[in-house]
């Protein structure tokens, strides 16, 4: 069974900085890219930003482009989100979750939820203004 477990959401103040971590537990799988998306409440979740795998490529939601910065580990199959410049609507539950589709190599990672197949469970950000 594959688990995906975020850490690292809290409360900040506006102009704080967050990083959030995402682990595997589990069993091991493959995976194109991992991503970051969140969820405000009553607003549908959003992507944030996606890295592939194997090469590093990365994207970004405009609204966090400059601000946040997505990377990763392979050997401790961990992906971070570090998150600069906090503004109150940043405030959401962060979902970490993979996409294990194969793709063509050096294709950019989807930033599109429904082609990420395994999720975590989310880590709530507030950003107090």
């Known amino acids: 069974q594959v688990q995906l477990v975020e850490s690292g959401g809290g409360l900040v103040q506006a102009g704080g900085s967050l990083r959030l971590s995402c682990a595997d537990s589990?069993?091991?799988?493959?995976?194109?890219?991992m991503g970051w998306f969140r969820q405000a409440p009553g607003k549908e979740r959003e992507f944030v930003s996606a890295i592939t795998w194997n090469i590093g490529t990365t994207t970004y939601a405009d609204s966090v482009k400059g601000r946040f910065a997505i990377s990763k580990d392979n050997a401790k199959n961990t992906v971070y989100l570090q998150m600069n410049s906090l503004k109150p609507e940043d405030t959401a539950v962060y979902y970490c979750?993979?996409?294990?589709?194969?793709?063509?190599?050096?294709?950019?990672?989807?930033?599109?939820?429904?082609?990420?197949?395994?999720w975590g469970q989310g880590t709530q950000v507030t950003v107090s203004s």
């Open positions: 979750a993979a996409d294990i589709t194969e793709r063509i190599f050096g294709s950019l990672p989807s930033m599109w939820g429904r082609e990420y197949k395994y």
């Open positions: 589990g069993r091991t799988f493959s995976r194109y890219a």
